[in-house]
């Protein structure tokens, strides 16, 4: 009669002569990080133009016998504009000053207009109610 399987595993005694687990582990880990070329490629180039774009926007001292470029002169004095002449009709600065001057004299308010809509508004859902008859 056959063995049962059991027994048989339990007699088992692998032999591990022949694997390096360390080196194995370390095989698997370098194959599965393949450096990609185009990642390395691309990184390259925009390094690059980074140096470029520094290269060519560093400051220079200016050429010997030639002014610098941004050489700066205070404005000369400018006279001064002159008034705007008067407006016919309320400025809005001389009605805020004449109001500010007079503590509680101020003109009577007045009557304005009604400011509420002359229909109620016009809602989405409302709408399906004037279009379909009941």
Request: charged share 20%; with cysteine; glycine share 6%.
């Amino acid at each position: 009669m056959p063995e049962p399987i059991a027994d048989r595993l339990s007699r088992f005694t692998p032999d591990g002569a022949g694997l390096d687990r360390d080196a194995l582990l370390f095989a698997a880990g370098r194959a599965s990080a393949r450096p990609n070329r185009r990642w390395v490629a691309l990184c390259a180039a925009l390094a690059a133009s980074q140096l470029v774009t520094a290269a060519l926007l560093w400051p220079r001292p200016p050429a010997p016998g030639r002014p610098p470029v941004a050489d700066y002169r205070p404005p000369e004095a400018m006279p001064l504009p002159s008034p705007a002449p008067a407006r016919e009709g309320p400025n809005l600065v001389a009605l805020r000053d004449r109001a500010l001057a007079t503590e509680g004299n101020l003109p009577p308010p007045q009557p304005v207009e009604s400011m509420a809509p002359p229909a109620p508004p016009l809602r989405a859902f409302g709408a399906a109610a004037l279009l379909l008859p009941e």
